[in-house]
């Protein structure tokens, strides 16, 4: 008699007998589900798990589209998988690296010995969909990270080599379509006919790829232009985690602190100095998505216009909020405090007006625990050589300040934007480098639970694509937070808390894969980091007053 097994399906509530050792596919095919644009992968017992993986004992299975952030990320993976072998069997020798979240897409650095043509991306992007249209099964392969090793060694691929040397892990994954072999961390589909929508455009000097829209997966997602943005990610000779691994292994983890951080004092100097230049500036702005280290960025920058013989003056936007029955609501029906609109726009611009003009104002006060706007008794005017240095999510949003004249106002946008690869073919979202800081900082200083802060997180990132990201390009100097060896130095404080999240919440498949991540790095002491580092706004011992 067949052996089965129970798996209790989440997405309608059946639960169903199917043969042991059956794959996802063939329990989704026995669900009785329908899902356009999917299953791509699933939550098996709030684990992400590939379609390929085989049930041997009882589970709870939640299949997941395109539209979960597990599933993006299963179809991104794959379709750089068929990337990589469109671009392999057409050029030979070429180098081919998965650079930069951009434009609703990704940067392909591409290497071919020569300049991409039209025609180059054209070729590229016929090859790709000749192989999604011959079906080709994507085979899942275990190994001893040994035999892994030997095998994209004599392939030349070093980043592999290096990352997979450093995991100290004893099997490795790989997988294979028609004999092309590749490494990923994560899941990926089990067929390329399955990527079913995706764009290969010319940008800049390589390509840009791009993925269906989540919010609008029969469509591509929005191209947009961010040169600015794109224009600061740049990779300081260190490319991937193998690469920091390797400098850290070798005791240089001080130096490479040293020069982050000095590079982030540079930078902030500059824009300091660029600040003195423009004699009209009498507003400094600064704007950027939650844990981008705003605060500190502030307060750093202060110092630096403070070298310029700038004095400046802070206010906070926090006390512009209106009265809480004034405040707009979200589509819950919660007061939505993310909202421009929940701010007091003409107090703000009146005063910000007044002040300009060498008047005193009375500013406003906001008494959260009643949710009332109240005076202050603070006066404020402007003396010589004082300009206000405001930040806030809202600081890159023209209409916060449409009144003031924009020779008077200066925007700084200050974001952690990760540089760094697992690999040549395996990126980092930038969103985890922030999330993992809010993670540290909400347990550090709010008594928040990591299941809590990442139960939270879609809602955050929903509000930073309203109200933060379409004004990114607004910025006259853009900041960036990351650093190489970030990682390495937050990877001790964020492990314990990781693993405090129960396997029976919907947040441990997050938490599972954070930890997954994490485990590829190499940790740094956090008593190399000096007082004064962005980081410490996160992880404590800040010489900064927060």
């Known amino acids: 008699m067949e052996q089965t097994v129970q798996i209790h399906i ?35 017992n709030n684990k992400v798990e590939g379609m390929h993986f085989r049930a041997y004992k009882q589970k709870e299975v939640e299949f997941l589209d395109i539209t979960s952030a597990s599933g993006i990320r299963a179809y991104t993976r794959s379709l750089f998988f068929v990337l990589c072998k469109a671009v392999h069997s057409l050029f030979d020798p070429c180098k081919v690296a998965i650079d930069i979240p951009v434009s609703n897409g990704y940067f392909v650095n591409l290497q071919i010995g020569r300049p991409i043509t039209l025609d180059d991306v054209g070729a590229i992007r016929r090859r790709m969909q000749e192989i999604i249209d011959a079906a080709l099964p994507i085979h899942r392969h275990e190994t001893t990270t040994e035999e892994a090793i030997q095998l994209f060694d004599s392939l030349h691929n070093r980043s592999k080599v290096k990352l997979l040397k450093s995991t100290g892990r004893l099997f490795t994954t790989y997988y294979d379509i028609d004999g092309y072999v590749d490494y990923y961390y994560g899941s990926l589909l089990t067929n390329t006919s399955q990527l079913y929508l995706f764009g290969v455009e010319k940008y800049f000097d390589g390509l840009l790829l791009r993925l269906p829209s989540r919010e609008h997966p029969d469509e591509l997602g929005e191209m947009t232009h961010q040169d600015k943005m794109f224009g600061i990610f740049k990779i300081l000779g260190l490319r991937t985690i193998g690469d920091v691994n390797e400098v850290i292994g070798k005791g240089y983890a001080s130096q490479l602190i040293m020069i982050g951080e000095a590079l982030q004092e540079k930078k902030i100097a500059q824009i300091a100095d660029e600040i003195a230049r423009r004699k009209s500036t009498r507003l400094v702005l600064i704007a950027g998505p939650s844990s ?71 500013l406003p006060r906001y008494d959260f625990p009643t949710g009332t706007s109240q005076k202050s008794g603070k006066k404020l005017r402007l003396g010589e050589n004082e300009i206000l240095v405001v930040e806030g999510i809202h600081a890159l949003n023209p209409e916060l300040t449409s009144e003031i004249p924009s020779d008077q106002i200066f925007r700084v946008y200050a974001s952690a934007l990760t540089t760094i690869l697992l690999d040549n073919h395996n990126y980092i979202p930038t969103t985890d480098n922030r999330l993992l800081r809010r993670i540290i900082r909400d347990h550090k200083y709010r008594a928040v639970s990591a299941q809590e802060t990442i139960r939270r997180w879609p809602s955050v990132r929903a509000g930073e694509n309203k109200w933060i990201f379409p004004f990114q390009e607004n910025a006259d100097a853009m900041f960036n937070t990351a650093m190489l060896f970030e990682l390495a130095v937050i990877k001790r404080q964020a492990e314990p808390l990781l693993e405090e999240v129960p396997e029976n919440c919907p947040e441990y498949a997050e938490a599972y894969r954070l930890r997954k991540f994490l485990s590829y790095i190499r940790p740094i002491p956090e008593d190399q980091i000096p007082p004064t580092s962005l980081l410490r706004e996160f992880l404590g011992g800040s010489s900064f007053k927060y």
Request: hydrophobic share 35%.
């Open 10 to 44: 989440k997405n309608n509530g059946r639960t169903i007998e199917v043969p042991m050792g059956a794959n996802l596919e063939e329990v989704y095919q026995a669900s009785g589900l329908e899902m356009k644009h999917g299953p791509i992968s699933a939550h098996v």
């Open 292 to 362: 981008s280290g705003k605060t500190t960025t502030c307060k750093r920058l202060s110092v630096q216009l403070a070298v310029n013989g700038i004095k400046p003056v802070g206010i906070s936007l926090d006390d512009y909020f209106l009265d809480r029955d004034k405040t707009p609501r979200d589509e819950k029906g919660d007061y939505d405090f993310e909202n421009l609109h929940a701010l007091n726009l003409p107090l703000l611009n009146e005063q910000l007006t007044a002040l300009f003009k060498g008047e005193e104002v009375e």
